[in-house]
């Protein structure tokens, strides 16, 4: 069932007893949880309608009996509970015993008053199992996916639009790639920039450089995707604001080394006739980091990405032996790097 046909029959105030999300857009999931809870609950009435349980600490039979408990002062109430790992495949870690049967028994006949809703922290559910097959039997099975490459794109612009503000051409890849495509860090990176703005205006790529916060592994993307581009300036740049953060040269040496291997994977599955999505789901990562990768890695054959893995292993133990000046290797490689990529 989709999540957003899902919250507009709540929206028109249709709602199912149980509702079971997982998947790995973890913002949108928490989106919808606070859409239903705004809709369903008066905001004078949260205190008393509103129970949130962690399976990882407490019985489903616990979370059962509150959700059969006639709601206190309020028409119904919401009960949340997280760490639903019964619906997964994966082993449970907590020291709670979840009788199952419960939870079957309840789903058979569940009461009015109460919506209840497990949150999965896992990608996928086990469809093998029986209580998976009740829940989805009941539409109650909602996945909260990444957004494909043009949808995170999509959606950045419709934020803006709210807030009132407009991108350069450039700016709002820029943008995206500084905060790779999480739309946790993009809704805080909106906000930000409406409030800098004033709440209109164009955002340039410079003022995204100049107010974006990035992580290490963002900013070693980037001087990866400017070597690429053959912009030497902005990446010396990049990797001088790395230096100035007093990141470590090997662990940003590590985090380039990782670039390129999932460059070296990406192009070699699309070779297989992968999809970008088909890949992300192999390699764990986000759609909108394997687009990027595959453009990188258009710029390399698969033997001179197998042999920069290697030149970046040799450069990795001269550092860590003091057979090379940590700094001067990492700007040799760079511009060694940018030759390759010019030779094609």
Request: with cysteine; charged share 25%; glycine share 6%.
């Amino acid at each position: 069932m989709d999540y957003r046909k899902v919250a507009k029959d709540i929206g028109a105030g249709k709602t199912l007893p149980v509702y079971l999300c997982y998947g790995p857009e973890k913002y949108l999931m928490q989106q919808f949880i606070d859409y239903m809870t705004t809709k369903l609950i008066e905001p004078e009435h949260r205190d008393f309608a509103i129970s949130k349980f962690d399976l990882a600490e407490t019985s489903i039979e616990t979370v059962i009996e509150d959700t059969e408990t006639l709601p206190f002062m309020v028409p119904r109430k919401i009960v949340i509970a997280k760490n639903a790992t019964f619906f997964t495949g994966a082993r449970d870690q907590s020291k709670v015993d979840h009788n199952l049967d419960k939870l079957t028994s309840y789903l058979k006949s569940p009461v009015d008053y109460s919506i209840l809703v497990f949150i999965v922290d896992a990608d996928k559910l086990d469809e093998r199992k029986t209580i998976v097959k009740t829940m989805k039997a009941m539409d109650a099975a909602l996945p909260f996916l990444s957004l494909s490459p043009e949808g995170v794109q999509d959606w950045v612009l419709k934020g803006a639009a709210k807030e009132g503000f407009t991108f350069e051409p450039g700016a709002l890849d820029q943008l995206i790639l500084s905060t790779g495509g999480n739309l946790q860090s993009l809704s805080a990176e909106i906000e930000k920039l409406s409030l800098y703005l004033g709440g209109s205006g164009v955002v340039t790529q410079e003022l995204v450089d100049e107010l974006v916060v990035r992580s290490a592994e963002q900013n070693v993307f980037l001087l990866v995707e400017e070597v690429v581009r053959l912009r030497l300036e902005r990446a010396f740049m990049l990797l001088e604001q790395l230096l100035k953060q007093k990141e470590e040269p090997i662990k940003i040496m590590m985090l380039i080394a990782r670039q390129f291997r999932i460059m070296l994977q990406v192009k070699e599955l699309s070779k297989q006739s992968y999809s970008q999505g088909q890949i992300a789901s192999q390699l764990g990562l986000h759609p909108f980091a394997v687009k990027v990768a595959e453009g990188q890695a258009r710029n390399f054959e698969i033997g001179a990405l197998s042999r920069i893995i290697g030149d970046i292993a040799d450069l990795d133990y001269q550092m860590k032996t003091g057979g090379i000046d940590k700094v001067l290797g990492m700007e040799m490689f760079l511009l060694g790097l940018a030759q390759v990529q010019a030779r094609g």
